[in-house]
């Protein structure tokens, strides 16, 4: 008995509020394979893919009948050099990728190992039977040929070629590339001929733009049916004899002038209306979704002055090319009573004889496809209806049918439907938990390759059978001291604003929480704010590690909530496009009160230590909250945040109200931030200024800065040290 009483008296004495026991350490929930930019072959069923693993990138591939994956490329370490821009040769022999981060504003190419050589961005190649990586030519967004003989690239306004050939033995790595024809404008949208041996592209001469088409042989340029107008968006007919494109009007005089004066003052190294010296806050975004087009210019009086539109009033039109004449006929023009298309469509593709585009109606972003030979007044078809988005797609190779990834009936999920492109119903291929996305056809039509995870299961590349069914993995396997077992699954939460909007969140109850205890809790604001989490893991690099993250903190006993709050994705544009969101009034903050509330108002959370987390718009969200409320959120991380919108220190200016900084003074609790000072995305200066105001008024902080590393860290080893960082800081304020 006396043996028992000491322990049985100490576990009476283990005060509700300890930690559960950590169960893995952030190491080991990061040591996944994630895999990104799955590809697939037009005319073999050959897939690839980009691996990072622990920060080392590399190219696999894997083909029929066994689908056994194999690595072509060998880079060892983690360097931070990118890999991206990922593309296969019809027949599957060749893949093309990019190495090398893109370059700032300032033309550096991101160098965060502080190489003394400095970086470079490059086109690569490699021969999936040789498995030899060889460097091309300095450039980007490289477009590989059909036969996988020649790939171009732009580069300052010129479209650059090269054959993809290893150099000989021993040769020094090509410097320089000269441009493959030469023509006035700047050209971009390069597009092969499906043999390979013609070239579209598009020539933007400022006010109006043309279709231009290259023949590679002759190395004759031709314009298709060259207007005052701006064409964009060539797209090949299968045979190769049409080209389909948008037009849309020039330019009207109040947009030329306005070109002119922004021209004018570029030469003297200043934006229009930007004073002298610039401001120290400017929130650099770079979108990784589709954003919200400008609107026309301020209407000017006098003649000439009102909205571009053609004769009839229409502002978007589909036409088609012959390729030998040049002549081109108009197929599909936008309703007069229907601005959603003149507004939302970017781009089509020729898909069997119809052309297929994304549009934004009805509050959803869906697909629809018109015929090339139907009335042009005809009704686009809707080939992904329901309520919610279609969000990536693939084309069979024969265009006959639409693969797409949607939350229709699944709104915080992913899965994969098939429809044809002529119109037709819908075919779901997936459901249940998991989440599958980007879906790419194979040549046979058998199946579709698809990126796969589900709460405990990472992102990895798997099958779907074409008629539908469970996927099967075929990517890399999680390492043997991956904790999948110690995973919870999130449960859905909809929580109600102040203002009624309806708010989607995830929450992770720790495994072992028993009646009765309280925890500490943790607020995950995700950032964008374009995006969505999941019921899984993400999709996307830093939210698939933010999931996991999110998995550890549960496992070390917080409660923790993440929140899609409004000016996000998945919830309709009307969500998306909320009033008063960011700089206009950041009403998206009723969205984090609520969730903060929620969390205080949870019996198995301790209301005194609840903290906040988030990388970009997250740590803007974050730095808001502790500006706002420091009485709920008791310690924050935040990760390369936006603190003061726009450009003005004004303090009646609506976008200084909606700002972290206009509420500082009553900031009280402690704050960890990070960044890297090469950041790309929210200028470094966001957090320089955040820190002398917070260092005036006496609140604790800690930072943490990267030298040349951009926004989302190149080198994994600094998001470890991140992390970790994140994981102590916490336990010191909130344990």
């Not at 990118?82 to 599957?92: E, H, I, N, P, V």
Request: charged letters at 20%; one cysteine or more.
């Amino acid at each position: 008995m006396r043996k028992v009483l000491p322990l049985v008296l100490a576990a009476f004495l283990v005060p509700s509020f300890a930690f559960a026991q950590q169960s893995f350490s952030i190491e080991q929930v990061l040591s996944y394979v994630f895999p990104y930019e799955l590809v697939s072959a037009k005319k073999a069923d050959r897939i690839a893919w980009i691996e990072f693993e622990r920060g080392m990138r590399n190219v696999c591939t894997a083909a029929a009948p066994a689908f056994r994956r194999v690595c072509l490329t060998s880079f060892k370490e983690d360097d931070g050099t990118d890999l991206t821009s990922l593309s296969l040769s019809d027949d599957g022999s060749v893949a093309v990728f990019v190495r090398g981060h893109d370059p700032n504003r300032q033309e550096w190419v991101a160098n965060p190992s502080h190489s003394p050589d400095g970086s470079e961005q490059a086109i690569w190649a490699v021969r999936v039977l040789e498995r030899r990586p060889f460097r091309i030519a300095a450039g980007s967004d490289p477009v590989l040929s059909p036969t996988g003989r020649f790939v171009v690239w732009v580069k300052d306004g010129q479209i650059h070629g090269a054959r993809v050939q290893a150099p000989a033995p021993g040769a020094a790595p090509t410097a320089e590339t000269k441009p493959l024809f030469r023509t006035w404008g700047t050209n971009s949208n390069p597009r092969f001929s499906p043999d390979g041996k013609k070239l579209a592209f598009v020539t933007d001469r400022g006010d109006h733009s043309f279709i231009g088409v290259y023949d590679i042989a002759s190395r004759k340029i031709s314009y298709l049916a060259p207007s005052v107008d701006r064409d964009t968006s060539p797209t090949w007919s299968a045979d190769g004899t049409r080209i389909a494109f948008i037009r849309r009007p020039g330019s009207n005089f109040a947009q030329i002038a306005a070109a002119a004066q922004a021209q004018q003052a570029a030469q003297i190294g200043r934006p229009p209306g930007t004073p002298p010296g610039g401001a120290p806050f400017i929130p650099q975004t770079r979108p990784q979704q589709p954003r919200e087009p400008a609107g026309p210019p301020a209407p000017a009086t006098g003649p000439g002055f009102q909205e571009s539109k053609f004769e009839d009033g229409r502002t978007l039109t589909f036409r088609v090319a012959d390729v030998a004449s040049g002549n081109a006929s108009k197929v599909w023009q936008e309703p007069l009573d229907d601005e959603s298309y003149r507004t939302t469509v970017r781009s089509i593709d020729w898909a069997g004889e119809n052309l297929v585009f994304r549009a934004e109606r009805n509050n959803w972003q869906h697909y629809y496809s018109v015929a090339v030979s139907g009335a042009v007044d005809a009704a686009p078809v809707n080939l992904t209806p329901g309520e919610g988005e279609a969000e990536f797609v693939g084309l069979s190779p024969d265009g006959k049918f639409l693969y797409y990834s949607t939350h229709i009936g699944d709104i915080d999920r992913r899965d994969v439907w098939r429809t044809p492109t002529s119109g037709g119903a819908a075919t779901q291929l997936t459901k249940g938990e998991g989440l599958e996305t980007y879906p790419a056809p194979l040549a046979s039509g058998a199946k579709v390759a698809v990126l796969y995870a589900d709460p405990k299961q990472p992102q990895t590349v798997a099958l779907v059978p074409a008629e539908g069914g469970k996927a099967e993995i075929i990517g890399a396997k999680v390492p043997a001291d991956f904790p999948t077992n110690a995973h919870v699954v999130p449960e859905q939460v909809i929580l109600t604003a102040a203002d009624g909007v309806k708010v989607h969140c995830q929450v992770f109850v720790p495994a072992d929480l028993r009646p009765g205890a309280k925890r500490p809790a943790l607020l995950f604001a995700h950032g964008g704010p374009g995006r969505q989490m999941l019921l899984g893991y993400h999709y996307l690099f830093f939210y698939h590690m933010a999931y996991a993250i999110n998995e550890y903190f549960a496992s070390k006993g917080y409660v923790v909530i993440s929140v899609n709050y409004r000016a996000g994705i998945g919830y309709g544009r009307d969500f998306r496009m909320a009033q008063n969101r960011g700089a206009q009034g950041s009403s998206e903050y009723q969205d984090i009160y609520a969730a903060g509330k929620y969390l205080q108002e949870r019996p198995d959370v301790d209301s005194a230590r609840i903290g906040v987390w988030g990388l970009s718009y997250g740590g803007l969200v974050t730095a808001m909250g502790l500006s706002r409320n420091s009485d709920i959120f008791k310690a924050g991380v935040d990760i390369a945040g936006v603190h003061l919108w726009g450009n003005s220190i004004d303090t009646n200016s609506t976008a200084f109200k909606a700002s972290a900084i206009s509420t500082i003074d009553n900031w009280t609790s402690p704050v960890l931030l990070i960044q890297g000072d090469d950041d790309r995305n929210v200028a470094f200066s966001q957090t320089v200024g955040l820190v002398q105001l917070l260092r005036a008024r006496k609140v604790p902080f800690e930072l943490i800065v990267y030298p040349d590393e951009v926004h989302d860290f190149l080198v994994h080893a600094r998001w470890l040290q991140a992390f970790n960082a994140a994981d102590k800081f916490f336990a010191e304020h909130l344990k």
